[in-house]
């Protein structure tokens, strides 16, 4: 049996296009054991408050309650269109300019996951965008006894 012929020169392949993976957002976190307030800071520069989400829901595989913070880095130099390049359209991701000098930032999706009290509610979360700073403060109790137990490793 013959091997697969290779493409002709005036055929066209294009790779799949590959969405971004999303980044870590970076963040500090106190809590004050006074008034039992949690306030998570989150870096996202860049990112308007358009292309930000703030979601409480519950981990679907260990039902663990849990604040999802998402977003979108979009770069300030430009992107190539989708327009430009069709094997983007379909997929939503873009392609990053390739006419900048020197490139440090990250682009694209980002997300935070912070595990949350079990009973938080909705309205308890408290949310505020300020100079590509998310702070978050929600309430968390008092803090649990430590009751950390080894587990053998065969």
């Known amino acids: 049996m013959d091997p697969p012929p290779l493409p002709t020169p005036t055929q066209q392949t294009h790779p799949a296009p590959v969405k971004p993976r999303a980044y870590i957002i970076r963040m500090d976190t106190h809590y004050d054991p006074d008034t039992h307030l949690l306030t998570a800071v ?37 992107i190539i269109s989708p327009l430009t390049n069709p094997a983007l359209a379909a997929s939503g991701a873009f392609e990053l300019a390739s006419n900048v000098s020197v490139r440090e930032r990250k682009y694209g999706p980002c997300q935070r996951v912070i595990p949350v009290p079990s009973d938080l509610k909705r309205e308890e979360i408290e949310a505020q965008l300020q100079d590509g700073v998310l702070i978050l403060r929600f309430p968390c109790g008092a803090p649990a006894e430590e009751d950390g137990e080894d587990v053998a490793v065969l």
């Open 42 to 78: 989150l870096e996202v520069p860049g990112v308007k408050r358009e292309h930000l989400s703030v979601r409480l829901s519950t981990c679907s595989y260990n039902r663990v309650r849990q604040i999802t913070v998402t977003g979108a880095v979009h770069p300030p130099f430009g």
